[in-house]
């Protein structure tokens, strides 16, 4: 597995948004993975342990939120360059972390083994 490459996270304001962008290998997120191509937005705080954010599945862009984000979180995916997105609005202070993409090893929030960078968010109240 090649591991994800996360960017666009940056300082905001809180009420700010934010767009984070994940380029994943076509061995996670393509048409012939293993995993069905299933992918996720999870998020680690210092201190705290990972958490799931967003998930949306390949063929029919389904998605699941937890309710600590839904309505203001939108997970979206561009298949033929197999890029996930986050789209991120009313930022709290407690949507500070840094932010990961994967793919899913189960539906809805059950992550693959090897993680990317991440991306930082930083949310200024």
């Known amino acids: 597995q090649v591991q994800p490459v996360e960017s666009g996270g940056r300082l905001v304001q809180a009420g700010g948004s934010l767009s984070l962008s994940c380029v994943a290998s076509e061995s996670i997120a393509g048409s012939g993975a293993l995993n069905s191509g299933d992918m996720a937005w999870f998020r680690q705080a210092p201190g705290k342990e990972r958490e799931f954010v967003a998930a949306?599945?390949?063929?029919?862009?389904?998605?699941y939120y937890p309710d600590s984000v839904k309505g203001r979180f939108t997970i979206s995916r561009d298949n033929a360059n197999n890029i996930i997105y986050l789209q991120m609005n009313s930022l709290k202070p407690e949507d500070t972390a840094v932010y990961y993409c994967?793919?899913?090893?189960?539906?809805?929030?059950?992550?693959?083994?090897?993680w990317g960078r991440g991306t930082q968010v930083t949310v200024s109240s």
């Open positions: 994967n793919g899913l090893r189960r539906w809805p929030s059950i992550p693959l083994d090897s």
């Open positions: 949306i599945t390949r063929t029919y862009h389904t998605t």
